[in-house]
């Protein structure tokens, strides 16, 4: 009998009762795998040979096991391919699986916001990136790391930030997180570690983000928005509670898309720098402008007082899982401590890639592609809104169109309600966000529709705007 089993085909476990005999304890193992769905449906099995040999069985009792599975239904045989489960429904499922899942198949028509348009990942340009960062990468990069990140990654955005959003990095005062909920969730750490903080967020803005901060051990308050953004000035006004942080999206606040206006940034930053307080600068999509010069970082004029945080979430793919914060000094070693214990520190493939991605100014190119057809995206959008059988209902206002991959649909008082468009919306089987989920507190506020261009294809996104055209006049006229 050979002795290669342990070095070559499939692994199985199989607990096997003792108290039968072994070919109907071994039909038992497999048949129980099989329904509790441990093994899935068209997995490969070990060839009979191998299992024997692993087992302590002979190949015979192996094949007798499988012929009788197969005659039962749970596996199938076929000459050359080997011997596999059958692709049979799972016996046993959570009724709630999937029902929170992101990943799980959308509406045709997914103008949901937050999204980029996925399909246009450089897949040949990052391929490019790997072989050379991991043919030039030094045997330390496969072994536990620093937990600011590698240090090829660090270099290369303190380069990029500076020179695209006049971010003042220094690579010793950045740290590479999973992401910016990884980020936001650090900082919300560190700043409760000597007793509950208090961060304010805007009003509104994303749900999930203050849920994240009240886990950290921070508590929440929230600041106003309007048409020149947060409402900043607030922050020390009589009667707005004492905050030790402050979380803002001032080049393209989210969702009503505003800028920062820019007596207001000045106000933040004073108010920053008379309180000792911290900005937290969430520039998720600072590189995607379209009607209007870039504006820089709030970062660049403060840095003494701004965690400025950003991924490529947004502008490679939330695939990634990689993002930054730019550090005051005085936060670097606590934050550097708190990643160091929440999970040591973000893998290290992706971050050589992404630092030969950006030094071979792949990343340039990338972002100056997308930004065209997102632009178009956006134009398209609103052509197609104002188009005939007519223009948007009188009421329906189109915000936050000069930048970012989403505008918002304002919705006239005496019209149709959030509700109301989103049940049109998904009987059309049209995907769209609203404002009702992004405020701190229910009560009489605004209502819009949010709606994102960056998640259909190329193909398909024509026809998505018209269903969403379609929907809002129907709810209209409803």
Same mark, same amino acid.
């Given at each position: ?30 048949? /129980? ?104 990468? /030094? ?23 500076? #020179? ?24 919300? #750490? ?51 509670? /004492? ?236």
């Amino acid at each position: 009998m050979s002795n290669s089993w342990p070095t070559s085909g499939i692994d199985l476990h199989l607990e096997l009762d003792p108290a039968t005999g072994r070919r109907a304890a071994l039909e038992q193992a497999l048949r /129980a795998a099989i329904q509790t769905g441990r093994l899935a449906p068209h997995a490969r099995l070990p060839a009979s040979r191998n299992l024997a040999a692993e087992l302590g069985m002979s190949r015979g009792t192996v094949r007798a096991a499988y012929d009788q599975l197969i005659a039962e239904g749970y596996l199938t045989a076929r000459q050359g391919s080997g011997t596999a489960v059958a692709g049979l429904p799972q016996r046993h499922t959570d009724s709630t699986a999937g029902r929170h899942d992101p990943a799980s198949p959308g509406p045709r028509h997914d103008l949901r916001p937050g999204r980029p348009d996925v399909s246009a990942f450089p897949t040949a340009a990052w391929l490019r990136s790997t072989r050379r960062a991991l043919s030039s990468a /030094a045997a330390d990069a496969y072994t536990y790391d620093d937990p600011r990140g590698r240090i090829e990654l660090r270099t290369a955005l303190a380069e990029y930030l500076g #020179r695209t959003r006049g971010v003042l990095a220094h690579p010793d005062l950045i740290v590479i997180t999973n992401g910016y909920v990884q980020a936001l969730a650090l900082l919300s #750490r560190v700043l409760s570690e000597t007793g509950t903080a208090t961060i304010a967020t805007e009003d509104p803005g994303v749900a999930f983000h203050r849920e994240v901060i009240r886990r950290n051990g921070s508590a929440v308050v929230p600041l106003a928005v309007d048409e020149h953004g947060a409402r900043t000035d607030l922050l020390d006004a009589p009667g707005f509670p /004492a905050v030790d942080a402050v979380e803002v999206t001032p080049a393209h606040q989210h969702p009503t898309g505003h800028t920062l206006d820019p007596q207001r940034r000045r106000a933040l930053i004073g108010w920053a720098r008379s309180s000792g307080a911290l900005i937290i600068e969430n520039d998720y999509d600072g590189e995607f402008r379209y009607d209007r010069q870039p504006i820089g970082a709030i970062q660049g004029t403060a840095p003494d007082h701004v965690a400025y945080v950003g991924t490529v979430s947004k502008a490679l793919s939330p695939a990634l899982r990689l993002g930054w914060i730019v550090l005051p000094h005085h936060l670097l070693e606590p934050l550097i401590e708190a990643k160091r214990h929440n999970d040591r520190h973000t893998e290290t493939i992706g971050q050589l890639t992404l630092a030969d991605f950006i030094a071979c100014h792949a990343y340039d190119r990338h972002i100056r592609a997308g930004r065209l057809r997102y632009q178009r995206r956006r134009d398209l959008l609103l052509a197609r809104l104002h188009a005939q059988p007519g223009p948007l209902p009188t009421g329906f206002s189109v915000h936050g169109i000069a930048a970012g991959l989403h505008v918002l649909i304002s919705l006239p008082p005496e019209g149709p309600t959030e509700q109301q468009v989103l049940h049109t919306a998904t009987a059309n089987d049209v995907g769209v966000g609203h404002l009702g989920d992004r405020w701190h507190a229910p009560g009489d506020h605004p209502q819009g529709i949010i709606v994102g261009y960056g998640t259909p294809s190329e193909r398909t996104y024509p026809a998505a705007v018209d269903a969403l055209a379609h929907v809002l006049r129907i709810t209209h006229r409803a």
